[in-house]
Protein backbone atom coordinates (compact mmCIF):
# COMPACT_ATOMS: atom_id res chain seq x y z
CA UNK A 1 0.00 0.00 0.00
CA UNK A 2 1.51 3.67 -1.09
CA UNK A 3 -0.02 6.67 0.45
CA UNK A 4 0.45 10.21 -0.68
CA UNK A 5 1.39 13.15 1.54
CA UNK A 6 2.94 16.46 1.56
CA UNK A 7 4.21 15.27 -1.55
CA UNK A 8 6.39 12.48 0.27
CA UNK A 9 6.03 9.07 -1.02
CA UNK A 10 4.97 6.66 1.90
CA UNK A 11 5.50 2.50 2.22
CA UNK A 12 4.13 0.12 4.47
CA UNK A 13 6.69 -1.99 6.09
CA UNK A 14 4.95 -5.52 7.14
CA UNK A 15 7.58 -8.47 7.04
CA UNK A 16 11.51 -8.69 7.25
CA UNK A 17 11.81 -8.15 3.78
CA UNK A 18 10.62 -4.84 3.11
CA UNK A 19 12.37 -3.59 6.66
CA UNK A 20 15.84 -4.41 5.29
CA UNK A 21 14.62 -2.55 1.70
CA UNK A 22 14.15 0.10 4.04
CA UNK A 23 17.64 0.29 6.04
CA UNK A 24 19.56 -0.11 3.55
CA UNK A 25 17.52 2.90 2.04
CA UNK A 26 18.14 5.27 5.24
CA UNK A 27 21.33 4.28 6.17
CA UNK A 28 23.29 6.05 3.63
CA UNK A 29 21.42 9.43 5.11
CA UNK A 30 22.71 11.78 7.67
CA UNK A 31 19.83 11.42 9.34
CA UNK A 32 16.12 10.17 9.89
CA UNK A 33 13.07 11.49 11.48
CA UNK A 34 11.45 9.10 14.20
CA UNK A 35 8.07 8.64 15.88
CA UNK A 36 5.92 6.35 17.51
CA UNK A 37 2.67 5.67 18.67
CA UNK A 38 1.32 3.53 21.31
CA UNK A 39 -1.13 2.92 24.10
CA UNK A 40 -0.43 3.11 27.36
CA UNK A 41 -4.05 2.89 29.27
CA UNK A 42 -3.39 -0.08 31.40
CA UNK A 43 -0.29 -1.29 31.34
CA UNK A 44 2.94 -0.57 32.81
CA UNK A 45 4.66 -0.84 29.89
CA UNK A 46 3.96 1.18 26.42
CA UNK A 47 2.43 -1.20 24.43
CA UNK A 48 4.20 -0.24 20.38
CA UNK A 49 1.57 -0.23 17.98
CA UNK A 50 3.64 1.80 15.19
CA UNK A 51 6.94 3.10 14.17
CA UNK A 52 7.24 5.88 11.40
CA UNK A 53 10.51 6.76 9.70
CA UNK A 54 11.24 9.77 6.85
CA UNK A 55 14.48 10.14 4.84
CA UNK A 56 15.78 10.52 1.52
CA UNK A 57 12.89 12.16 0.97
CA UNK A 58 10.58 8.66 1.20
CA UNK A 59 8.39 7.90 4.24
CA UNK A 60 7.50 4.43 6.07
CA UNK A 61 4.93 3.27 8.18
CA UNK A 62 6.44 -0.01 10.22
CA UNK A 63 4.39 -1.92 11.30
CA UNK A 64 5.43 -4.15 14.43
CA UNK A 65 2.58 -6.28 14.81
CA UNK A 66 3.19 -8.50 12.10
CA UNK A 67 7.27 -7.73 12.08
CA UNK A 68 8.92 -11.39 13.18
CA UNK A 69 12.60 -10.15 13.17
CA UNK A 70 13.96 -6.51 14.05
CA UNK A 71 17.65 -6.73 13.88
CA UNK A 72 18.11 -4.61 11.05
CA UNK A 73 16.46 -2.16 12.50
CA UNK A 74 18.21 -2.48 15.90
CA UNK A 75 21.68 -1.86 13.51
CA UNK A 76 19.71 1.16 11.91
CA UNK A 77 19.44 2.96 15.49
CA UNK A 78 22.80 2.17 16.31
CA UNK A 79 24.55 3.17 13.45
CA UNK A 80 26.95 6.00 14.80
CA UNK A 81 27.15 8.04 11.32
CA UNK A 82 23.06 8.41 11.11
CA UNK A 83 21.25 11.03 13.40
CA UNK A 84 17.86 9.80 14.75
CA UNK A 85 15.40 13.09 14.99
CA UNK A 86 12.67 12.72 17.46
CA UNK A 87 10.69 15.30 19.41
CA UNK A 88 10.01 15.31 22.75
CA UNK A 89 11.77 11.47 22.85
CA UNK A 90 11.15 10.53 26.32
CA UNK A 91 8.03 8.10 25.94
CA UNK A 92 9.72 6.89 22.20
CA UNK A 93 13.09 6.23 24.05
CA UNK A 94 10.41 3.62 26.86
CA UNK A 95 8.97 2.31 23.86
CA UNK A 96 12.36 1.47 22.25
CA UNK A 97 13.55 0.25 25.20
CA UNK A 98 11.03 -1.67 25.84
CA UNK A 99 10.55 -3.09 21.85
CA UNK A 100 13.96 -3.35 20.25
CA UNK A 101 15.46 -3.86 24.10
CA UNK A 102 17.75 -0.72 23.43
CA UNK A 103 17.92 3.40 22.70
CA UNK A 104 18.51 4.88 19.55
CA UNK A 105 22.02 6.79 18.92
CA UNK A 106 22.69 9.15 18.30
CA UNK A 107 19.88 11.34 19.00
CA UNK A 108 18.27 14.75 18.46
CA UNK A 109 15.62 16.11 20.69
CA UNK A 110 14.09 18.92 18.53
CA UNK A 111 12.22 19.95 21.48
CA UNK A 112 15.54 20.48 23.51
CA UNK A 113 16.98 21.96 19.82
CA UNK A 114 14.12 24.42 19.73
CA UNK A 115 15.14 25.47 23.86
CA UNK A 116 18.85 25.77 23.13
CA UNK A 117 18.05 27.87 19.70
CA UNK A 118 15.46 30.18 21.68
CA UNK A 119 12.39 28.83 20.02
CA UNK A 120 10.71 28.50 23.38
CA UNK A 121 10.77 25.95 26.59
CA UNK A 122 9.01 22.89 26.23
CA UNK A 123 7.97 23.73 22.41
CA UNK A 124 4.95 21.42 21.08
CA UNK A 125 5.62 19.51 17.59
CA UNK A 126 2.93 21.64 16.21
CA UNK A 127 4.06 25.20 17.60
CA UNK A 128 7.66 23.47 15.48
CA UNK A 129 6.44 23.02 12.61
CA UNK A 130 4.33 26.60 12.17
CA UNK A 131 7.58 28.32 13.60
CA UNK A 132 9.69 26.66 10.79
CA UNK A 133 7.36 25.37 8.02
CA UNK A 134 4.29 28.05 8.54
CA UNK A 135 2.28 24.69 9.06
CA UNK A 136 -0.82 24.01 10.82
CA UNK A 137 -0.71 20.42 12.09
CA UNK A 138 -4.13 18.98 12.82
CA UNK A 139 -3.89 16.51 15.98
CA UNK A 140 -7.45 15.00 15.22
CA UNK A 141 -5.85 11.38 16.07
CA UNK A 142 -4.17 11.63 19.28
CA UNK A 143 -6.33 9.08 21.25
CA UNK A 144 -6.86 7.06 18.28
CA UNK A 145 -6.29 3.43 19.21
CA UNK A 146 -3.17 2.31 17.13
CA UNK A 147 -3.65 -1.03 18.16
CA UNK A 148 -6.40 -1.29 16.22
CA UNK A 149 -5.91 -2.75 11.97
CA UNK A 150 -6.29 -1.54 9.49
CA UNK A 151 -5.49 1.89 10.67
CA UNK A 152 -7.39 4.57 8.69
CA UNK A 153 -6.64 6.77 5.69
CA UNK A 154 -6.49 9.81 8.89
CA UNK A 155 -4.64 7.79 11.07
CA UNK A 156 -2.30 7.02 8.57
CA UNK A 157 -2.18 10.83 7.87
CA UNK A 158 -1.21 11.77 11.15
CA UNK A 159 1.17 9.43 11.69
CA UNK A 160 2.92 10.27 8.34
CA UNK A 161 3.35 14.04 9.03
CA UNK A 162 4.43 13.77 12.55
CA UNK A 163 8.21 12.49 10.48
CA UNK A 164 7.43 14.01 7.09
CA UNK A 165 7.23 17.56 8.69
CA UNK A 166 10.17 16.96 11.53
CA UNK A 167 12.32 15.94 8.30
CA UNK A 168 11.98 19.04 7.11
CA UNK A 169 12.19 20.77 10.75
CA UNK A 170 15.53 19.19 11.39
CA UNK A 171 17.86 20.60 8.46
CA UNK A 172 16.31 24.21 9.34
CA UNK A 173 17.51 24.07 13.24
CA UNK A 174 20.60 22.43 12.08
CA UNK A 175 21.84 25.18 10.05
CA UNK A 176 20.81 27.46 13.05
CA UNK A 177 23.08 25.13 15.52
CA UNK A 178 25.83 25.18 13.31
CA UNK A 179 25.99 28.80 12.65
CA UNK A 180 26.38 29.36 16.41
CA UNK A 181 28.14 26.58 17.64
CA UNK A 182 25.52 24.61 19.34
CA UNK A 183 25.54 21.51 17.14
CA UNK A 184 27.66 19.43 19.52
CA UNK A 185 26.09 20.95 22.43
CA UNK A 186 22.45 19.93 21.13
CA UNK A 187 23.52 16.80 20.22
CA UNK A 188 25.53 16.12 23.60
CA UNK A 189 22.15 17.75 25.69
CA UNK A 190 19.87 14.82 23.67
CA UNK A 191 21.91 12.03 24.13
CA UNK A 192 22.08 12.47 27.59
CA UNK A 193 18.36 11.89 27.91
CA UNK A 194 17.01 8.31 29.66
CA UNK A 195 13.62 6.68 30.31
CA UNK A 196 12.34 6.71 33.75
CA UNK A 197 12.01 10.91 34.04
CA UNK A 198 12.67 11.33 37.78
CA UNK A 199 11.52 8.19 39.05
CA UNK A 200 8.29 7.14 41.59
CA UNK A 201 9.75 8.51 44.57
CA UNK A 202 10.04 12.05 43.06
CA UNK A 203 6.15 12.45 43.74
CA UNK A 204 6.64 12.22 47.54
CA UNK A 205 7.75 15.70 47.75
CA UNK A 206 7.08 15.30 51.92
CA UNK A 207 9.22 12.27 52.50
CA UNK A 208 11.91 14.12 53.99
CA UNK A 209 10.17 15.41 56.44
CA UNK A 210 9.17 11.78 57.56
CA UNK A 211 11.26 9.80 60.65
CA UNK A 212 13.34 6.87 59.58
CA UNK A 213 11.15 4.29 60.36
CA UNK A 214 8.48 6.15 57.85
CA UNK A 215 10.96 6.49 55.23
CA UNK A 216 12.74 2.52 55.34
CA UNK A 217 9.17 1.76 55.12
CA UNK A 218 8.04 4.49 52.20
CA UNK A 219 10.78 3.23 49.93
CA UNK A 220 10.00 -0.03 50.66
CA UNK A 221 6.90 0.20 49.76
CA UNK A 222 7.60 1.77 46.51
CA UNK A 223 10.16 -0.77 45.90
CA UNK A 224 7.60 -3.56 46.09
CA UNK A 225 4.66 -1.81 43.90
CA UNK A 226 7.77 -1.06 40.86
CA UNK A 227 8.34 -4.61 41.36
CA UNK A 228 4.76 -6.03 41.08
CA UNK A 229 3.89 -3.17 38.30
CA UNK A 230 6.60 -4.90 35.94
CA UNK A 231 5.79 -7.97 36.79
CA UNK A 232 2.31 -7.72 36.06
CA UNK A 233 2.51 -4.79 33.81
CA UNK A 234 0.12 -2.78 34.98
CA UNK A 235 0.39 0.93 36.20
CA UNK A 236 1.70 1.79 39.33
CA UNK A 237 -1.56 3.04 40.55
CA UNK A 238 -3.58 0.35 39.73
CA UNK A 239 -0.92 -1.86 42.23
CA UNK A 240 -1.03 0.53 45.12
CA UNK A 241 -2.16 4.25 44.51
CA UNK A 242 0.12 6.86 45.83
CA UNK A 243 -1.57 8.25 48.32
CA UNK A 244 -2.48 4.65 49.60
CA UNK A 245 1.50 4.01 50.20
CA UNK A 246 2.14 7.76 51.69
CA UNK A 247 -0.77 6.60 54.34
CA UNK A 248 0.76 3.44 55.13
CA UNK A 249 4.28 4.81 55.75
CA UNK A 250 2.49 7.77 57.74
CA UNK A 251 1.35 5.27 60.10
CA UNK A 252 3.25 2.29 60.11
CA UNK A 253 0.67 -0.34 60.56
CA UNK A 254 0.90 -2.95 62.69
CA UNK A 255 -1.59 -5.44 62.03
CA UNK A 256 -3.85 -6.47 59.52
CA UNK A 257 -6.90 -4.16 60.34
CA UNK A 258 -4.64 -1.40 60.54
CA UNK A 259 -3.26 -1.92 57.21
CA UNK A 260 -6.78 -2.29 55.72
CA UNK A 261 -7.79 0.82 57.79
CA UNK A 262 -4.94 3.32 55.20
CA UNK A 263 -6.67 5.82 53.08
CA UNK A 264 -7.41 4.09 49.62
CA UNK A 265 -6.64 0.31 50.71
CA UNK A 266 -8.03 -1.81 47.82
CA UNK A 267 -9.60 -4.63 49.41
CA UNK A 268 -8.45 -6.91 47.04
CA UNK A 269 -4.28 -6.18 47.63
CA UNK A 270 -5.90 -7.15 51.21
CA UNK A 271 -6.56 -10.10 50.11
CA UNK A 272 -3.70 -11.32 48.04
CA UNK A 273 -0.64 -9.02 49.11
CA UNK A 274 -1.92 -8.22 53.08
CA UNK A 275 0.12 -10.55 55.13
CA UNK A 276 3.50 -10.34 53.00
CA UNK A 277 2.65 -6.04 53.02
CA UNK A 278 2.53 -6.37 56.44
CA UNK A 279 5.66 -8.64 57.28
CA UNK A 280 7.61 -5.84 55.18
CA UNK A 281 6.44 -3.20 56.49
CA UNK A 282 7.71 -4.48 60.07
CA UNK A 283 10.96 -5.26 58.45
CA UNK A 284 11.89 -1.73 57.13
CA UNK A 285 10.21 -0.09 60.59
CA UNK A 286 12.98 -2.30 62.32
CA UNK A 287 15.50 -1.46 59.98
CA UNK A 288 14.99 2.30 59.34
CA UNK A 289 16.89 4.66 57.27
CA UNK A 290 18.44 7.82 58.41
CA UNK A 291 18.28 10.24 55.33
CA UNK A 292 15.92 10.59 52.50
CA UNK A 293 17.63 9.95 49.39
CA UNK A 294 18.65 12.69 46.48
CA UNK A 295 15.19 12.31 44.57
CA UNK A 296 13.51 13.75 48.13
CA UNK A 297 15.54 16.40 48.81
CA UNK A 298 14.73 18.50 51.84
CA UNK A 299 13.58 22.09 50.49
CA UNK A 300 16.51 24.50 50.37
CA UNK A 301 17.29 26.84 53.45
CA UNK A 302 15.84 30.62 53.93
CA UNK A 303 19.27 31.41 53.25
CA UNK A 304 20.28 29.24 50.38
CA UNK A 305 17.02 31.07 48.79
CA UNK A 306 17.73 34.02 49.15
CA UNK A 307 21.16 33.80 47.41
CA UNK A 308 19.97 31.54 44.72
CA UNK A 309 16.71 34.33 44.45
CA UNK A 310 19.87 36.68 43.82
CA UNK A 311 21.74 35.26 40.95
CA UNK A 312 17.90 34.90 39.02
CA UNK A 313 19.46 37.83 37.12
CA UNK A 314 22.87 36.34 36.06
CA UNK A 315 21.39 33.51 35.09
CA UNK A 316 18.90 35.56 32.92
CA UNK A 317 21.67 37.59 31.54
CA UNK A 318 23.31 34.61 30.44
CA UNK A 319 20.25 33.37 29.18
CA UNK A 320 19.97 36.71 26.99
CA UNK A 321 23.90 36.26 25.73
CA UNK A 322 23.41 32.66 24.82
CA UNK A 323 19.81 33.35 22.80
CA UNK A 324 18.74 30.26 25.02
CA UNK A 325 15.58 29.89 27.18
CA UNK A 326 16.48 29.70 30.82
CA UNK A 327 14.91 26.79 31.47
CA UNK A 328 16.97 24.61 29.34
CA UNK A 329 20.07 26.29 30.73
CA UNK A 330 19.22 25.17 34.61
CA UNK A 331 15.52 24.72 36.37
CA UNK A 332 14.61 26.52 39.34
CA UNK A 333 15.23 23.52 41.67
CA UNK A 334 18.77 23.30 40.46
CA UNK A 335 19.60 26.97 41.31
CA UNK A 336 18.70 26.38 44.85
CA UNK A 337 21.20 23.21 44.73
CA UNK A 338 24.19 25.49 43.06
CA UNK A 339 23.37 28.32 45.84
CA UNK A 340 23.68 25.43 48.35
CA UNK A 341 27.09 24.32 47.10
CA UNK A 342 28.09 27.61 47.08
CA UNK A 343 27.10 27.99 51.00
CA UNK A 344 28.84 24.78 51.64
CA UNK A 345 26.12 22.35 51.66
CA UNK A 346 27.38 19.65 49.68
CA UNK A 347 24.39 16.71 50.63
CA UNK A 348 23.51 15.88 47.54
CA UNK A 349 25.24 14.80 44.60
CA UNK A 350 26.53 17.51 41.65
CA UNK A 351 24.30 16.50 38.65
CA UNK A 352 26.29 14.91 36.21
CA UNK A 353 25.17 17.22 33.30
CA UNK A 354 26.90 20.57 35.14
CA UNK A 355 29.94 18.52 34.04
CA UNK A 356 28.84 18.95 30.08
CA UNK A 357 28.25 21.89 27.89
CA UNK A 358 26.98 23.95 30.29
CA UNK A 359 29.91 23.77 32.70
CA UNK A 360 32.04 27.14 31.11
CA UNK A 361 29.24 28.86 29.62
CA UNK A 362 26.81 28.17 32.81
CA UNK A 363 27.88 27.17 35.68
CA UNK A 364 31.27 28.14 36.40
CA UNK A 365 29.94 31.99 35.71
CA UNK A 366 26.89 31.48 38.26
CA UNK A 367 29.47 29.82 41.21
CA UNK A 368 31.68 33.01 40.00
CA UNK A 369 28.32 35.23 41.33
CA UNK A 370 27.48 33.68 44.09
CA UNK A 371 31.17 34.29 45.41
CA UNK A 372 30.76 37.17 44.27
CA UNK A 373 27.41 37.87 46.56
CA UNK A 374 28.07 35.95 49.30
CA UNK A 375 31.34 38.19 49.87
CA UNK A 376 29.45 41.64 49.50
CA UNK A 377 27.36 39.76 52.18
CA UNK A 378 30.01 39.05 54.10
CA UNK A 379 31.90 42.81 53.59
CA UNK A 380 28.13 44.14 54.88
CA UNK A 381 27.94 42.15 58.04
Not at 7 to 22: F, G, I, K, N
Not at 41 to 66: K, N
Not at 150 to 161: E, I, K, N, R
Request: a negative charge; hydrophobic letters at 45%.
Amino acid sequence: MTLEFTEMPCQWVRDTQALDQMVAVIAQERFVAVDTEFRRRDTFYPEVALLQLAAAGQCWLIDPLTLTDTQSLQALFAQPDLIKVLHSASEDLEVFERWLGALPQPIVDTQKAGAMLGLGFGLSYQDLVHELLAINVAKDETQSDWLLRPLSDAQCHYAMQDVTFLAQCWPILEARAEACGYLPWILEESGGMVTGGRGPLAKFKSAWKMNPQQLAVLLDLIDWRESQARRRDRPRNWILHDKVIQDIAKKIPTSMPQLAAAEGMPAGVMRRDGKQLLARIEAASDRGLSDPPPAIPPPASSHVRKLAKSLAPAMAQLASELGMNVEILMPSRELDLLAGFAMGDARLPRPAHWQGWRQTPVIRPLELEAQRLLGEQHDAG
